[in-house]
């Protein structure tokens, strides 16, 4: 069990440039999620995958944001257009449905610094 | 849409008094989880309550899951420094997929 990596662990970047993150889940999760998290928050839900299949995505979540899970095992999650309210840590979390599908393990995130 | 919400946002305790962080739900949850996050580092499951009424222990952690499954708590019992952290609650609706976090209750523990 290698965990939950991602990739890059930061990230800056000028307003108006695109970003990508990678996620590489647990191996035998399933399920994916993306969080952003800022200071002094929790952990705020983007979006979550089963498998290659998106199956939520928030309704706060810009049309800048978008990820994908091709073949079921990492994720990416592309932002365009960055703004400075992107700043925050993204993080990914990743679980096992059936079993235990809310036990997430989450990755060490990263940070993006939108100037 | 749901929220959770966790009282105290702060708490500073000597090494060795309790503390206790409550979580509340302005909807029922099918169940809640339990993260903490140490300084600098990211969110790490505790534990996840289902049956209404629930308790679990986990050493010198006590979890509680509110009659109505719309609250919760977390108690600890002879804080150490080691217990330093946000501690958050995460709920989840209908066994929908997501979790929705509460902002977290800091602990400080001064040895």
């Known amino acids: 069990d290698t965990g939950v990596s991602q990739n890059p662990r930061h990230k800056i970047t000028k307003r108006g440039q695109n970003v990508t993150f990678r996620c590489d889940p647990i191996s035998e999760h399933n399920r994916l999620y993306w969080y952003r998290q800022t200071l002094g928050q929790g952990p705020e839900f983007l979006t979550y995958?089963?498998?290659?299949?998106?199956?939520?995505k928030s309704r706060l979540l810009s049309d800048r944001f978008s990820a994908e899970r091709p073949k079921g095992s990492f994720s990416t999650l592309e932002i365009q257009r960055t703004e400075q309210g992107d700043s925050a840590m993204y993080l990914c979390?990743?679980?096992?449905?059936?079993?235990?599908?809310?036990?997430?393990?989450f990755g060490p995130g990263t940070r993006l610094t939108v100037t | 849409g749901q929220q959770v919400m966790q009282i105290p946002q702060y708490q500073h305790v000597q090494e060795g008094e309790d503390f206790t962080t409550y979580c509340n739900s302005s909807?029922?949850?099918?169940?809640i989880q339990w993260y903490k996050q140490r300084p600098g580092g990211h969110p790490v499951f505790l534990i996840q309550l289902v049956k209404s009424g629930e308790v679990k222990k986990q050493k010198r952690l006590t979890f509680q899951f509110g009659e109505a499954k719309k609250n919760s708590s977390l108690h600890i019992t002879a804080t150490q420094t080691t217990d330093v952290g946000t501690y958050f609650c995460?709920?989840?609706?209908?066994?929908?997929?997501?979790?929705?976090f509460g902002d977290g209750t800091t602990l400080t523990v001064k040895p």
């Open positions: 979390a990743s679980s096992r449905t059936p079993g235990s599908p809310y036990e997430q393990y």
């Open positions: 995958f089963q498998n290659e299949a998106q199956l939520e």
């Open positions: 995460a709920g989840s609706l209908n066994n929908a997929g997501k979790s929705t």
């Open positions: 909807t029922t949850l099918s169940n």
